[in-house]
């Protein structure tokens, strides 16, 4: 009798042990103050999210509210202890006063809590320094482009499209790092040729946005003529 009520509070320690093992998801501050700021200004912050459970905590799902927006996850599995982080930007064009509608959520296998909601606070106040000829600066860098002309010095010189840098084929493995990942860009050459292969070679290299001008400058030229280009005048 004695044997089988000890198996028997084993069989019970164990199972409490199994159903005590699970995912539990922390967040380091589930609230950000940015304080003020002037409307058309991003609000960025980070938030570290945390597995503090023994079981693998798995991210399923992150979405915001109107506003807000998230950078994608570097991992979306998580081991006991392990940490990643979530970066977030508040656009607050069209927003003033005070501001406290704006929520994160974050979906996981957390038996307890499987919808984490973060929220970012603060006051957004409208003043003589935004004007209407104004740009925020989350607008600028959604359109922010670069240009890489990729022909030899002497040829960007006489003529060039109007923003374009010149950067020759022979140079452009040591643009590599300096270049951002995401940022779209536009290649050319004289007739395509050359940035054919420069966008190929960079889309090979972590650059899904990198492209080539098709036809380059002749195409450019035979379709819209001098339109954007800057040329030297011959003395």
Not at 6 to 34: R, W
Not at 94 to 118: A, C, F, M, Q, W
Not at 140 to 155: N, T
Not at 169 to 177: Q, V
């Amino acid at each position: 009798m004695k044997r089988i009520a000890a198996l028997t509070l084993i069989v019970i320690v164990g199972l409490g042990v199994t159903l005590v093992a699970a995912p539990k998801i922390q967040v380091d501050h589930p609230v950000y103050d940015f304080g003020e700021v002037l409307e058309g200004f991003p609000v960025t912050h980070t938030f570290v999210l945390s597995n503090l459970g023994d079981e693998t905590l798995t991210i399923s799902r992150v979405w915001a509210s109107c506003g807000c927006t998230t950078t994608a996850l570097a991992k979306t599995s998580l081991a006991p202890g392990e940490s990643v982080d979530l970066d977030a930007i508040l656009n607050t064009a069209e927003l003033s006063g005070d501001i406290r509608n704006k929520s994160i959520y974050i979906e996981s296998n957390d038996p307890v809590n499987p919808t984490l909601t973060l929220r970012i606070i603060g006051s957004v106040a409208q003043g003589e320094k935004k004007q209407t000829y104004h740009i925020p600066v989350d607008d600028l860098s959604y359109y922010f482009y670069i240009l890489i002309d990729l022909r030899d010095p002497e040829h960007y010189a006489a003529s060039h499209l109007m923003g374009a840098i010149n950067v020759p084929l022979s140079e452009l493995a040591d643009w590599i790092n300096p270049l951002p990942r995401e940022t779209f860009i536009i290649l050319y050459d004289q007739d395509g040729s050359l940035s054919d292969e420069a966008a190929q070679d960079l889309n090979g290299s972590g650059f899904p946005n990198a492209w080539s001008l098709f036809g380059g400058l002749n195409e450019w030229m035979r379709r819209l003529d001098d339109r954007f280009l800057l040329s030297t005048t011959a003395g």
